[in-house]
């Protein structure tokens, strides 16, 4: 068996960013993956300017001004957020200044309009301002060419809210990578479907949908596929020219109807691994098909999930072009129990806030799914482990 590390260090070494890019409008980028470096066109703010609302004057003007001992300027007029044309005061002189207005260069700070008489021709200043304070300077959240979205990166709303101040208008991305999801068993029904006795309905198909839309990939997903090897071969065949990695569910552990190991001879693929050393999801199989990685995954539902969030979902950060693709770690404490010894590596379902770390179900099963619900990481247990007790460290993987 490889071990989960060594496992996942197969197929990220057979895994190549998709070259394919394109441009995105603005509107268009959360989620997507930045193919190249964006250098900020202009300073933001592009001029000093007001945070508050009050009075821009020099700072040498007010000192020692006080309730006692207030200080009166002229006001020689009025400058709100978006005026293109300032007063510049002189000395004993302030400009009244709404919140985001320009601060014209002669002023050094401003004064905040409850610290004052708020004054129209004249102003009373009640409190001493230093240079500097209350002024939001020209490029003092983003300088002239700095790089505000670094190649590899996805894209946030954050990103999105900078570029937007920038005035860009669009960005070059990745283009989606294609995914070919096909899940199998003579057992599987569609929702909406009779369930004769003996049956189940495809949780597999739906989930695993569900997680590649949320990673913004592109995919198809067949009919699910009986377990006949050459049935499979051909659907596998037939969907991968229109993909760039294909996923499977289902047959691939030691029975009569684990059918991968005859699939893979059948299309003339390569196998890099067969079994890892983890529960849930041991029987993992990989393979290339066409210069395309195969991950095929167990058909119980939590070992699929599980062995997708650990091994396919930086396979396809690394395929979208992202740089940063490493499963994401952490610690905590357990809250309540885990009463069961682990031989081998282990697993386990749980939700983490803060450090503390709670298990999101009773049922460890590998073929529950509903107590996925609520769960945000795993706790990764080392094999030799006996039961874990309330105020225990724990490691787990983020999800």
Not at 255 to 283: C, N, T, Y
Request: proline residues 7%; charged residues 20%.
């Amino acid at each position: 068996m490889e071990s989960l590390e060594s496992a996942l260090a197969l197929l990220m070494d057979r895994a190549h960013p998709v070259e394919r890019t394109e441009y995105a409008p603005l509107q268009a980028l959360l989620g997507r993956v930045a193919a190249e470096d964006v250098a900020a066109p202009i300073q933001v703010p592009p001029f000093d300017r007001s945070p508050l609302d009050g009075y821009a004057l020099r700072g040498a003007d007010i000192a020692g001004a006080s309730r006692d001992n207030p200080v009166r300027l002229q006001v020689i007029g009025e400058a709100c957020a978006g005026c293109g044309e300032i007063f510049a005061p002189g000395p004993g002189q302030a400009l009244r200044v709404m919140t985001g207005a320009p601060v014209p260069a002669a002023c050094d700070c401003v004064v905040r309009q409850e610290d004052t008489d708020q004054g129209m021709d004249t102003v009373e200043i009640y409190a001493a301002v230093p240079a500097g304070r209350n002024v939001c300077r020209a490029g003092e959240d983003v300088h002239l060419g700095d790089v505000v979205l670094h190649r590899g990166e996805r894209i946030t709303a954050a990103h999105m809210g900078v570029l937007a101040s920038l005035g860009v208008t669009g960005v070059k991305v990745y283009a989606p990578v294609r995914v070919a999801l096909l899940c199998t068993g003579d057992e599987l029904r569609q929702p909406g479907e009779e369930l004769p006795f003996g049956k189940i309905y495809d949780a597999n198909r739906a989930v695993l949908s569900a997680r590649l839309a949320e990673l913004g990939v592109s995919f198809i997903s067949p009919t699910s596929q009986e377990d006949d090897p050459e049935v499979v071969a051909q659907a596998l065949r037939q969907v991968v020219e229109h993909c760039d990695i294909l996923l499977t569910t289902g047959g691939v552990s030691v029975g009569k109807k684990d059918i991968f190991h005859q699939v893979l001879p059948l299309l003339g693929a390569e196998r890099l691994f067969w079994k890892v050393a983890m529960k849930p999801g041991s029987p993992l199989l990989c393979g290339v098909y066409q210069g395309k990685l195969l991950i095929c995954l167990s058909g119980n539902p939590f070992a699929a999930l599980a062995c997708f969030e650990v091994f396919a979902v930086p396979v396809l950060r690394r395929l979208a072009g992202e740089k940063h693709v490493e499963l994401r770690r952490a610690q905590g404490v357990l809250e309540g129990d885990f009463p069961k010894e682990s031989k081998g590596r282990r697993l386990i379902r749980a939700r983490m806030e803060g450090e503390r770390v709670t298990l999101t179900g009773d049922n460890h099963s590998s073929g529950s799914l509903a107590t996925m619900i609520g769960c945000n990481c795993l706790i990764d247990v080392p094999a030799g482990s006996g039961m874990i007790r309330p105020g225990d460290p724990v490691n787990i993987l983020w999800l």
